[in-house]
């Protein structure tokens, strides 16, 4: 309603502002009529007063009609304004109208799904008293089932004891008649040897010797008897003492042996060949002592050649790791002190601020410095005329290394020294310098050079 009344009276502005246009309009035409009557008449002297006034006419006339125009636009433009929102209002009203009536459908589908809701609740209450019941009468059987199958098991347990049983005892009759019938064939084989044994030494078949030699054949008395007493008459047989006798007629036989008519010869060579051996053995005897006297001398005087040189290289090591760990002790421990032959040698090292002893636990640097230590050790206790050193220093900081060159001044007084190294401070220590490199068409070359030493100079 507000924006129609707002268009009524914008219209109404329009009217007005068109009917103030059109007189402003015919003014305006009145004036330029004038205008050309005037500037068709030169030769008469013209009102000046009324040709100013006509022209401050002129100009009012023209600011009214751009005021007019102005007010029109604007008019027109709020007029737009105006008519769109009142469609926004109409539409916006619409939507309102479309949402109440989506609200009402809502809420009558709401009623209708809550009486079936209210239907379904009722449904599934008598559902599930049923399913109770059901519930309580699937939990009856089901005891009954569960008792019937621990019944069940039961007796299947019983059965699977019995089958066992049956399985074992059938085992046990096949076991037994096998065995039985290895028996047998092992008895059959065994007669079959026996006839052909009998048949291939004695000549006889199995019924002729069992005829003349069998069990219920007498045999003749082989006991003790006295020279008046009369040969008692043959016996039974009896198979436990014809077997001792036959045990100890073999052994007799046995330590018989067969008839060697060379016999003396042969006691001949091997009394020789006994001498010989005994003579021989000791010879061996004898050399085994001599030999193991060398032994005990090789020993001892290993033993006191290690026990000399470990107690100069723990002497020089003790001084070496205390110049180059100043502040740190340094030792050589025997693991083994009472077999110096099979002792080892442990090196136990602590710089200074640390409690550590073992190697692993020093740093790369520490550790090379304690093997130099050692290395320098070995080269005071035992000197030898020249030592080559490969990198030895490569691991190590400036403070180090010019501890290190120290001591190659003073090893240098008496041996020689071969360096390899990347430290210019060692090359310019040395009095020859070496070097490898490659030239410009890939062949490498030697090339040398010799330093002229401050104090030589």
Do not use: C, W
């Amino acid at each position: 309603r507000s924006a129609r009344g707002e268009a009524e009276r914008l219209e109404r502005a329009i009217t007005t502002a068109q009917a103030a246009r059109e007189t402003d309009s015919a003014g305006l035409a009145d004036l330029e009529l004038r205008l050309a009557t005037a500037e068709e008449s030169p030769d008469e002297e013209p009102d000046v007063a009324e040709r100013e006034r006509l022209t401050e006419a002129a100009k009012s006339a023209r600011q009214g009609e751009m005021e007019a125009r102005l007010a029109l636009r604007t008019t027109e433009e709020r007029a737009r304004a105006l008519n769109g929102r009142a469609d926004s209002l109409v539409r916006a009203a619409q939507a309102e109208r479309d949402s109440r009536a989506r609200a009402s459908e809502r809420r009558e589908r709401l009623i209708r799904e809550g009486a079936a809701a209210e239907a379904v609740n009722a449904g599934v209450t008598v559902v599930l008293m049923r399913l109770e019941r059901s519930v309580m009468l699937a939990a009856d059987a089901r005891a009954a089932v569960e008792e019937s199958r621990q019944v069940r098991e039961q007796q299947l347990l019983a059965a699977r004891a019995t089958l066992r049983e049956l399985g074992r005892q059938h085992d046990e009759l096949v076991n037994s008649v096998h065995r039985d019938e290895m028996a047998r064939t092992q008895q059959k084989m065994r007669i079959e040897q026996l006839e052909e044994r009998a048949l291939e030494e004695l000549g006889m078949d199995a019924d002729g010797l069992i005829d003349d030699y069998g069990p219920t054949t007498l045999v003749p008395f082989f006991g003790e008897v006295a020279d008046d007493e009369i040969a008692p008459e043959p016996v039974p047989f009896v198979r436990e003492e014809q077997q001792k006798r036959l045990k100890t007629a073999e052994r007799a036989l046995a330590m018989l042996g067969r008839v060697n008519p060379l016999a003396l010869e042969e006691y001949s060579a091997m009394e020789e060949r006994h001498k010989f051996l005994t003579e021989q053995l000791e010879d061996l005897r004898r050399t085994r002592k001599d030999l193991l006297d060398i032994v005990r001398e090789v020993d001892d005087r290993v033993q006191q050649v290690f026990s000399e040189a470990y107690a100069d290289v723990e002497k020089a090591f003790d001084s070496t790791f205390a110049r180059l760990f100043p502040g740190g002790e340094g030792r050589l421990v025997l693991t083994d002190p009472d077999d110096m032959l099979n002792t080892g040698i442990e090196v136990e090292a602590r710089p200074a601020g640390k409690k550590v002893k073992r190697l692993s636990l020093l740093s790369g640097g520490e550790r090379s410095l304690v093997a130099v230590a050692f290395l320098v050790a070995l080269f005071k206790a035992r000197p030898s005329p020249f030592y080559i050193l490969d990198e030895v220093e490569a691991a190590l900081d400036d403070t180090n290394l010019g501890r290190l060159l120290e001591i190659y001044e003073e090893l240098r007084e008496t041996s020689q020294l071969l360096v390899i190294t990347h430290q210019k401070r060692t090359m310019e220590v040395g009095d020859a310098l070496y070097g490898v490199t490659m030239r410009g068409d890939g062949v490498t070359t030697v090339i040398s050079q010799r330093l002229e030493r401050a104090e030589s100079a």
